[in-house]
């Protein structure tokens, strides 16, 4: 599975952003897709993951309320939409994907390039 994140940008606080993941293979459906992010000098963090079938979300605390993933699988896409956002959500964005539910980053065998979103005060 190949995959390849978009979306990120330049966004004033409390506003929103959508990203996307696009993957190639289709077998993309048997496998639960994932977002990470990762600010400068800090640990990769897990934000959100959702199951094969588009159901199952689960989310980071941090994002909880905030953030909404899901996926068009007749599109081979995953999405993290991103709402009122603020300056601790800069960070880059991974979109990933893995054969088990999971939040840590080792269980993810395929990562997209990332996608920089940055969140000005």
């Known amino acids: 599975v190949q995959l390849q994140a978009c979306g990120g940008g330049l966004v004033q606080t409390g506003g929103s952003l959508r990203l996307s993941c696009a993957a190639s293979?289709?077998?993309?459906?048997?496998?639960?897709g994932g977002w990470f992010r990762q600010a400068p000098g800090k640990e990769r963090e897990f934000v959100a993951r959702?199951?094969?079938?588009?159901?199952?979300?689960y989310y980071a605390d941090t994002v909880k309320g905030r953030f909404t993933i899901s996926r068009d699988n007749a599109k081979n896409t995953v999405y993290l939409q991103m709402n009122s956002l603020e300056p601790e959500d800069t960070a880059v964005y991974y979109c990933?994907?893995?054969?088990?539910?999971?939040?840590?980053?080792?269980?993810?065998?395929?990562w997209g390039q990332g996608t920089l979103v940055t969140v000005s005060s």
């Open positions: 959702i199951n094969g079938g588009g159901s199952g979300e």
């Open positions: 293979g289709r077998t993309f459906i048997s496998y639960v």
């Open positions: 990933a994907a893995a054969r088990v539910l999971a939040t840590t980053p080792l269980s993810y065998a395929y």
